[in-house]
């Protein structure tokens, strides 16, 4: 019998390990695909303003499911690019386009908490590394609309991380961790959720992160996306 539990317990392993791949390879084929669907022309290969004294100009928010921009994140490497999503929903959403847009938190650039979730493992495991981030990290988001003729770049620096357990959901408040605070022209957060520790929900991993400048793709790209992270 113990031996019959030692290869049951093996398959299943494999068949995890295996699950997880093959999730991995679907998801992020189709998060290329959407993020080729999107319509994001080419910057200009130069540095451009970096717009900090006037408020950023805001997308209208988008549908849910709808995908509505990208993230970068270049301490997770140079060709980190993924979709985002209206939205939470984990069959939808998390496991099809791989990062979500909480509804009803903040668009990015605006006032308040720009909140986003995404998978450690499997299904293309947007934030795996999420770990990894440093204080002073750039984050990227842009933002495309092309029926609008709206592109947009937004440039969010880390502040800082905690684990949280998953009731915590002042983490993602107008102004992080202060709930009922309302959000002034200072406050333009971004913050990003995923399960902790690897392989179990028992808590969040949360990273925040505050605008430090927009950018309007015609403008030219943001210099972080060219440079290497210490």
Not at 120 to 140: C, F, H, M, W
Not at 160 to 180: C, R
Not at 195 to 213: F, G, I, N, Q
């Amino acid at each position: 019998m113990a031996e019959l539990l030692i290869i049951a317990g093996a398959g299943t392993g494999l068949y995890v390990a295996w699950t997880a791949w093959w999730t991995d390879v679907v998801a992020v084929n189709e998060q290329t695909k959407l993020v080729d669907d999107l319509g994001q022309r080419a910057a200009p290969e130069v540095q451009g303003s970096e717009h900090r004294d006037e408020a950023p100009v805001l997308a209208e928010p988008p549908n849910v499911t709808d995908v509505f921009g990208t993230m970068q994140i270049p301490r997770f490497g140079a060709d980190y690019l993924r979709p985002i999503g209206e939205g939470t929903d984990r069959e939808r959403v998390l496991n099809t386009i791989g990062l979500g847009h909480y509804q009803d938190t903040a668009m990015p650039g605006a006032e308040g908490n720009f909140a986003v979730a995404g998978h450690r493992v499997t299904y293309g495991k947007p934030l795996n590394q999420i770990a990894e981030l440093k204080i002073d990290d750039s984050i990227v988001v842009r933002v495309t609309d092309e029926e609008q003729d709206f592109d947009v770049w937004y440039v969010y620096k880390v502040t800082d991380s905690q684990i949280v357990t998953p009731d915590k959901i002042e983490t993602i408040a107008p102004v992080p961790n202060q709930p009922g605070v309302t959000p002034t022209a200072d406050d333009r957060w971004l913050t990003l959720t995923a399960c902790h520790p690897m392989w179990s929900a028992k808590e969040r991993y949360v990273t925040h992160a505050k605008l430090d400048y927009w950018m309007p793709v015609s403008e030219g790209t943001p210099k972080e996306l060219s440079e290497t992270p210490k």
